[in-house]
């Protein structure tokens, strides 16, 4: 975007603040989407491979490089960053620059949010606190105290010796500094943030972020009539660069250059796809977990519990149950009682009336149970045994009197 469509030097009515503000969240919500994605895809049972494995250890890396690629031939094709043109913005230089700043602008988009994640990381890592947002590591959320800065070797240590100990006493003196002050300039840098969207906000400031400033430019909506000229634009300018190429160099380069036009599209399809099955398994297992049963599911016309596989139900998976079978569609019966206690040869025996009291062999009054055995008797002829014997009547069971329980009849 040159400066002459500058109208007089004036800058263009800029964007509404949920514009900007979406455009700033779109790149991060599709790294944690496409983090959260490969997390479920090892977690769901299947075998990791190496390669997998690396890529997740490089995740914030394989980010890196490729946002640098994509920004570039965002900004270099259509004035405006990845996120931005979703969004239908453009970046509009600053009166007296020519054409908006490449290499800024990839520095505060990728490079910038990449060296923030690592020292997040980095802080975490020494201070013990826990990650909330952004990383695919994650620490225990219990505060420690650096290890104290170690006295100066003495003069009688060998050269080597003291070297040493001078170097591990710098390194710990830095992670005491790193640890001091990274509270502070972060908090600087949302402080910042924060005011700079404020008065894009309130007094209608140009810039929606510092980042914008720095790079030299604003944001702008962009009309049918610049889009179409941009299109036009690079289809002339990938014409030059096509003539007088070789047939395997020209079909290399228009491969790319499909690859680059609907990378766009892919990124909010993968998104939109990603939030559907988030759904449809969410309320899957929803069903699972209050459904009383796949039949009633099924009788509603909806999918029962049958129909979901174990990969697909991973928010119950942690319940010990093998979800890699279809689960039953009726509910499962309930399983049987456990054994009842063997009276004991020196017990007070078991009256063949279940309605007389193994100690006064009467009837029951105001019955109570021992927890231990399970049997019933009068509750002060239980209590007094208990006081005095320390032991179940029936089985000779050690109980206290806290494991008598007294039974209310209805």
């Known amino acids: 975007m040159s400066s002459s469509e500058l109208q007089g030097g004036v800058l263009p009515a800029p964007p509404s603040f949920f514009e900007c503000a979406a455009a700033a969240r779109l790149v991060p919500s599709l ?87 690592k020292l997040e990381r980095a802080y975490a890592r020494q201070a013990g606190v826990p990650l909330t947002q952004i990383g695919t590591q994650y620490v225990e959320a219990v505060p420690r105290q650096l ?40 908090a600087a840098v949302e402080g910042c943030e924060l005011s700079y969207q404020a008065a894009f906000l309130v007094v209608g400031a140009p810039f929606f972020s510092p980042y914008l400033q720095q790079a030299g430019c604003v944001l702008a909506r962009s009309t049918p009539r610049q889009t179409a000229a941009a299109a036009q634009a690079a289809r002339r300018r990938r014409a030059a660069m096509l003539a007088g190429r070789g047939a395997l160099a020209r079909t290399a380069m228009q491969t790319g250059w499909v690859v680059a036009d609907n990378a766009r599209e892919a990124l909010i399809l993968f998104v939109l796809s990603f939030k559907a099955l988030e759904w449809y398994f969410a309320s899957g297992e929803s069903r699972v977990a209050g459904g009383g049963g796949g039949g009633a599911a099924s009788a509603s016309g909806g999918a029962a519990p049958s129909d ?82 320390r032991t179940c009547p029936v089985t000779c069971l050690p109980m206290g009197e806290e494991g008598v329980r007294r039974l209310y009849l209805e």
């Open 31 to 117: 790294k944690a989407a496409i983090l959260y994605s490969m997390h479920t895809v090892l977690d769901s049972g299947a075998q990791g491979s190496a390669t997998s494995l690396w890529a997740l250890r490089s995740f914030d890396e394989l980010v890196l490089v490729s946002q640098i690629a994509m920004e570039w031939i965002c900004l270099r094709q259509g004035s405006a960053s990845f996120a931005e043109g979703v969004y239908g913005l453009r970046r509009v230089p600053l009166p007296g620059n020519k054409k908006i700043k490449v290499m800024p602008s990839l520095f505060w988009l990728a490079v910038f949010p990449y060296l923030r994640t």
């Open 147 to 186: 290890p104290p800065l170690a006295p100066w070797p003495p003069a009688s240590r060998g050269t080597a010796a003291r070297a040493v100990a001078l170097w591990e006493r710098a390194k710990r003196a830095v992670r005491h500094t790193f640890v001091a002050t990274y509270p502070f300039c972060h």
């Open 308 to 389: 979901l596989i174990g990969s697909d139900v991973a928010g119950v998976a942690g319940l010990g149950v093998d979800f890699g079978k279809v689960l039953p569609s009726a509910p499962l019966p309930l399983p049987p009682a456990p054994p009842s206690a063997t009276p004991h040869p020196r017990g007070c025996g078991v009256p063949a009336d279940a309605r007389l009291c193994p100690l006064c062999r009467r009837s029951i009054s105001n019955p109570a149970a021992a927890v231990r055995s399970g049997y019933v008797y009068c509750y002060p002829c239980l209590v007094d045994h208990v006081r005095r014997e």
